[in-house]
């Protein structure tokens, strides 16, 4: 039951750090919101992961998480280069970084989620919650 919760925990818990030890600003966020976009996609990729461990989706979620982050990543190096281009005057290119770097966030945690929920789970046993009624 708590397996789902500890996993998403622990992945976006791993993201935050990474990007406060600065990893996102080497891999081209920019170093004024690089924190800000893992504050932001952390907590949104924990709560997926969550729902989607607790529903048994497992390798849906890692699909997910690795399609998100490659998409994501695609869109915010293309929003980086036309800001660049355009001497910072191009908004929609820089929300499409931004934005892009979000999704990133969002889909490594649960891409990192999936692999420990998976991991970590013994033969045999369900991480469903008990039913409600």
């Known amino acids: 039951m708590y397996r789902p ?3 998403a925990l622990v992945g976006g818990l791993f993201v935050i750090a990474m990007s406060w030890f600065g990893l996102a600003a080497l891999a081209g966020a920019h170093p004024g919101w690089d924190m800000q976009v893992a504050l932001i996609g ?6 997926l992961a969550m729902l989607l461990g607790w529903m048994e ?11 998100t982050s490659a998409l994501a990543y695609a869109l915010a190096l ?7 281009a355009s001497y910072a005057e191009d908004q929609l290119a820089g929300m499409l970084w931004y ?10 945690t649960l891409a990192l989620s999936a692999v420990l929920n998976r991991a ?10 008990p039913p409600l009624a």
């Open 5 to 7: 919760i500890i996993s």
């Open 42 to 47: 952390a907590p949104l990729g924990a709560l």
């Open 57 to 67: 989706r497992v390798r849906a979620a890692f699909i997910a998480g690795v399609v």
């Open 78 to 84: 293309r929003g980086k280069a036309a800001f660049a």
């Open 99 to 108: 934005n892009g770097w979000i999704g990133l966030c969002v889909g490594v």
């Open 120 to 129: 970590s789970i013994p033969a045999g046993r369900r991480s469903a919650p």
